[in-house]
């Protein structure tokens, strides 16, 4: 596997991480759905080099998980806002805070907490089943190969390992 040609692997997860998979990246989406749209805002909330910035957001743009849009002419100046692509991404960085606020916390608690508008009660982010309703955890998810899935390498086993190939853990 090359990680500079993550997004070619027939693999979600490393495909996924070839457009997202860097803190900076993580840290501009998390701004994003924090509301900030503007380079000196990603810049002045992050604290990145301006090449850093530039280079991560023309990224998520070529990526279509970010849309660049003009608010002004004399200088042009672009606001950067996230697609549906984007959108899409924050069950993704809600799972991420989540396990940093069970697993990361220090004395002084969360630092953000979230609220559901539509009931008004903060919440956690939970996985549920699309099928069923009912919250997935990793032990009860059985993995098979897809229509994508790489062919089986000829020397590729799963003896030994206690666990048939479509019982893994995703």
């Known amino acids: 596997m090359k ?15 070839g457009v997202i998979g860097d803190r900076w990246t993580l840290l501009i989406l998390r701004e994003s759905f924090l509301r900030k749209r503007r380079f000196e805002q990603f810049q002045s909330a992050l604290g990145i080099t301006r090449h850093l910035l530039a280079e991560r957001l023309k990224k ?26 984007g959108l899409d991404l924050h069950p993704i960085l809600m799972a991420l805070v989540h396990w940093g606020d069970t697993h990361m916390l220090d004395e002084r608690g969360r ?3 979230h609220e ?10 939970i996985m549920v089943c699309s099928e069923c309703g009912e919250p997935v ?9 897809g229509p994508g899935a790489r062919p089986p390498r000829p020397n590729s086993s799963t003896e030994g390992s206690g666990t048939r190939e479509d019982e893994r853990v995703a």
């Open 3 to 17: 990680w500079d040609a993550l997004e070619e692997e027939p693999c979600s997860l490393a495909r996924t991480i």
């Open 60 to 85: 998520l743009v070529r990526n279509g998980v970010l849309r660049r849009v003009p608010y002004q002419d004399s200088p042009k100046r672009y606001e950067y806002i996230l697609t549906q692509k």
């Open 111 to 113: 630092p953000l907490l």
């Open 116 to 125: 559901h508008k539509k009931c008004g009660k903060l919440f956690d982010p």
């Open 137 to 145: 955890f990793a032990k009860e998810v059985i993995t098979r190969p």
